[in-house]
C-alpha cells in the first residue's frame, strides 16, 4: 500500500462513507457516543489541550498512582483526539499509522498490536487492510470509546486494558506505538514487554514525541530521545531502517549478559547530548571546509 493509498484508507475510516467532511463525520460520531449536540462536542475538542493541562496540575503526577490517576480522567483525550485526526486526513500532516503502513507496503498482514491505541484509529486502518489488530490502552475513557467505535464498525478487534492485563507472549508480527513512547515511565520495562509479545523476528514500530519539559505538557515525559534508543539494542532488538519519525526495529534472539552490557555501555555514549553536539560540530567543519575548498 503506498501512502496515497493509506491516507485514503485512513480517510475512510474517519467518515465512514458519510459523504460528510472528515471534521464533521467525527463531530457526527462523537455526538452519537455522547449524546452531546455536534456543536457541544467541537467545543470540547476545541478545549481539549487546555482541559488537559488542568487536569495534570490538579494532583501529583510523580508517583505511578498519580500518573494512573490522570491517564482515568482524561475523556477529553476522545474529543481531541479523534478530532485531531480529522484534520490529519483534511490536510493539516501525514499521520504516522499512515506513514507506517507504506513503510510495512509488502509485508504480508499478520498480528498486530495497536501499543496505546487511543480512540482506536489506527486499529481501524490496520484491520481494514487484512491485518489482525489488537488494541491496548491504559485510559479507561479512550478503550471505552475504542470498545464502542470498533463495534459501530463492525470490527471484531480485541481489546488489551494494561491495568487488568499483560501482553501475550509470542504473539505478534508487528506492534506499533503511535505518539505513546515519550509518555511511558518505565521504558526498560515497556520495551522488555513489547520484546515478549513479540514473535522472533517481528516489528516494533514507534516515533518518539518528545517535548521540553512543561508545565502545559507535562504528560509528555521524554525531553530527548534518548532514554529510549539506549535501552533497544540491549533489549534484544536491532534497527532496522526508520520511516519519516518512526523507527523500525527488529525483534532478535537475547544476547548474552557480556553483549547486552557492552551495548549498554555503547549506546550509553552513543544516543547522548554530548555525541549529537559532537556530531553535529563535525557536520559543520565538513561543510565548511568544502565550501572553502569550492572557493578554491
Known sequence: MTELE??????????????????????EELSQYSGLPPDEVRKIA????????????????????????????????????????????????????????????????????????GVGTASLLFSGMGWRATAADVAQPLLE????????HNRDIPVIDLNKESL????FDVV????????????????ENLWRCLKPGGLLIFDIDTRKPSQKEGWHLLASHYPFLRV??????????????????????????????????????????TADKLANLRSRSIHKIRSIAGRA
Open 6 to 27: 493509506a491516507m485514503k484508507a485512513w480517510t475512510a475510516v474517519l467518515t465512514r462513507s458519510t459523504g460528510l467532511s472528515p471534521t464533521d463525520a467525527v463531530s
Open 46 to 117: 476545541k478545549s481539549s489541550s487546555k482541559i488537559t493541562g488542568q487536569k495534570w496540575e490538579e494532583a501529583d503526577r510523580s508517583t505511578p498512582e498519580g500518573l494512573n490517576a490522570f491517564y482515568q480522567s482524561v475523556s477529553n483525550w476522545v474529543y481531541g483526539t479523534l478530532s485531531y485526526h480529522a484534520r490529519q486526513a483534511e490536510g493539516e500532516n501525514t499521520p504516522l499509522p499512515v506513514i507506517t503502513a507504506a513503510a510495512l507496503d509488502g509485508v504480508a498482514p499478520g498480528e498486530f498490536l495497536d501499543f496505546g491505541a
Open 145 to 152: 470509546f475504542a470498545r464502542w467505535r470498533f463495534k459501530e
Open 168 to 171: 501475550p507472549e509470542n504473539r
Open 176 to 191: 506499533a506505538a503511535f505518539n505513546t513512547m515519550a509518555h511511558v515511565p518505565d521504558i526498560a520495562a515497556t520495551v
Open 232 to 273: 533497544m539494542r540491549r533489549s534484544g532488538f536491532t534497527l532496522q531502517r526508520t520511516a519519516g519519525p518512526m523507527y523500525i526495529y527488529k525483534r532478535n534472539d537475547r544476547a548474552s549478559q557480556a553483549s547486552r552490557v557492552y551495548w549498554h555501555v555503547r549506546d550509553g555514549l552513543r544516543y547522548s547530548a
